[in-house]
């Protein structure tokens, strides 16, 4: 069975060649739109010496290895642009105008305008979240530290069809990784992969006498999973050093155009 993005884009496609008479935008099957809401905290309560877990020492970003960028070449038309010096140039000879044909109509405009509307990402507003009340006991408790709240509308597409979210589009540096949602063969799935950084020891570690201390980074806690869940329900994902809390609800199909929600 093909998904609904894939019937949809076929849909397009045949009619586009055939321009054959097209069914109303209000038939075309669209997909499902969700606003999904993550809230990440911090546990200080958390000593990683009593156990080990999954991390990594924190360094100098993923992007540390990328090659250098050679500088811009200004050439001489760039710095007389620069000084006001405008180059002597013949002006174009003038052509006759001659009024161009009005394109065809598009018989898809109102189609592929109901499709892009379908499938667009759309960060909701502070005043959309809806885990407030979660946010304000979390800040009440010495031993979490909420670090990041935030919130979007997307299309409920196959995993194969879906993006991550990715929290660099929200300029957060810590954490740091990707939220994705998808539809399954029922339900809905959930997948996390977060980089929390922890903080650092206050007080570096005793050197060899020389005068050179040991340099203490902090680690870096990694959290992957994957969960089906039940949209409109409270997921919570757990690690020692920090927690994820995850709730999917559908968009009414008046708000987000036709389709039906998973569960």
Request: glycine residues 6%.
């Given at each position: 069975?093909?998904?609904?993005?894939?019937?949809?884009?076929?849909?397009?496609?045949?009619?586009?060649?055939?321009?054959?008479?097209?069914?109303?935008?209000?038939?075309?099957?669209?997909?499902?739109?969700?606003?999904?809401?993550?809230?990440?905290?911090?546990?200080?309560?958390?000593?990683?010496?009593?156990?080990?877990?999954?991390?990594?020492?924190?360094g100098f970003g993923d992007d540390a290895a990328a090659p250098l960028q050679e500088a811009p070449v200004f050439d001489d038309t760039w710095l007389s642009a620069q000084r006001g010096e405008l180059p002597q140039t013949q002006p174009p000879p003038v052509q006759p105008s001659t009024p161009e044909p009005l394109p065809p109509a598009d018989p898809l405009a109102e189609q592929r305008a109901a499709l892009a509307a379908a499938l667009r990402v759309v960060p909701l507003r502070p005043e959309e979240l809806k885990l407030t009340n979660e946010y304000?006991?979390?800040?009440?408790?010495?031993?979490?530290?909420?670090?990041?709240?935030?919130g979007w509308v997307q299309p409920g597409l196959p995993e194969a069809e879906s993006t991550p979210f990715d929290l660099k589009t929200l300029?957060?540096?810590?954490?740091?990784?990707?939220?994705?949602?998808?539809?399954?063969?029922?339900?809905?799935?959930?997948?996390?992969?977060?980089?929390?950084?922890?903080?650092?020891?206050?007080t570096p570690a005793p050197g060899a006498g020389d005068g050179l201390d040991e340099i203490v980074l902090a680690p870096q806690y990694r959290l992957r999973a994957t969960r089906s869940a039940r949209s409109n329900e409270l997921h919570y994902f757990d690690h020692p050093a920090f927690?994820?809390?995850?709730?999917?609800?559908?968009?009414?199909?008046?708000?987000?155009?036709?389709g039906r929600p998973a569960a």
């Open positions: 069975m093909r998904s609904t993005l894939s019937a949809a884009a076929a849909l397009l496609a045949s009619a586009a060649v055939a321009q054959a008479p097209l069914p109303p935008a209000a038939g075309l099957e669209l997909p499902p739109r969700y606003e999904v809401e993550v809230l990440i905290f911090a546990n200080r309560a958390f000593d990683p010496t009593e156990e080990r877990f999954e991390y990594a020492p924190s304000r006991r979390l800040r009440a408790i010495a031993a979490y530290e909420p670090l990041v709240h935030f300029g957060v540096p810590n954490p740091h990784g990707t939220v994705r949602v998808h539809l399954g063969t029922v339900r809905l799935h959930i997948t996390l992969d977060l980089n929390y950084q922890a903080t650092a020891a206050a927690g994820v809390l995850v709730r999917v609800t559908p968009v009414p199909a008046a708000d987000g155009g036709p």
